[in-house]
Every structure is written in structure tokens, then in C-alpha cells.
């Protein structure tokens, strides 16, 4: 029992380093989707590439959304999502940035290329 009780934390402290692996893979998975979503949008010259990326994310996510200015054949849109953090002493400047690139549409073929 003595020993179990001097492990324990050892032991919580793996279980808890695992769950905020699991919380930057699930920051990386959310900045891809947005940054997925936003560049789709923009490339179809409707703009609001910018809330189709927050749309595409979980609504607690801190996140940013930078759609480019779409001039040449493509738009590209990159998301900055801010890692939630589970432990208390670890730094919480973490964050994960995905980029998209979609081809944009050529009106004059009246839809998307290829």
C-alpha cells in the first residue's frame, strides 16, 4: 500500500502528459479542418473564408484565421489554434498552425478546374 501511495503521483502525472498529447493532436486535427474549410470557401470568390473556418471548429477552440487575398490560381488559408493546456505548470503559449491551399474557380469554364 506504502508503495502504491509513492507512486501515485508519479503515475498521475504519466496519465495526465498523455491527455495533453492527446490535446495537441486534437489542436492539429481542428486547425487542419479549419484551415480546410476557409481556403474551400475563399476559392469559390464568396468570401467568408474566414467564419467557414470557425465554423468547421469546435466553438471553445481559441482560434485564428488568415485567408489570403486569393489573386492567381490559388487561395491558401492558414489556422493558428491556440492547444488547450490540462497541466498547470506546463507553458501555455503552445500552439498549432495548419495551412490549405485550394485552386481557385476560373468563371470562364463556369466551375472548378479539373
Known sequence: ??????Y??????????AIQLGLVGYAANQAGSGARA????????????EAAGHAAMD??????VDVGDGSGETTTAT?????PTLLPFV???WTVEKSATM???????????G
Do not use: K, W
Open 1 to 6: 500500500m506504502l508503495e502504491f501511495a509513492g
Open 59 to 64: 466553438s471553445g477552440i481559441d482560434a485564428a
Open 103 to 113: 485552386p481557385n474557380d476560373d468563371p470562364e469554364a463556369g466551375g472548378r478546374p
Open 38 to 49: 476557409a481556403a474551400r470557401v475563399a476559392s469559390q470568390g464568396e468570401g467568408g473564408g
Open 91 to 93: 507553458d501555455t503559449d
Open 79 to 83: 489556422v493558428v489554434v491556440q492547444v
Open 8 to 17: 501515485l503521483p508519479i503515475l498521475l502525472l504519466i496519465g495526465l502528459a
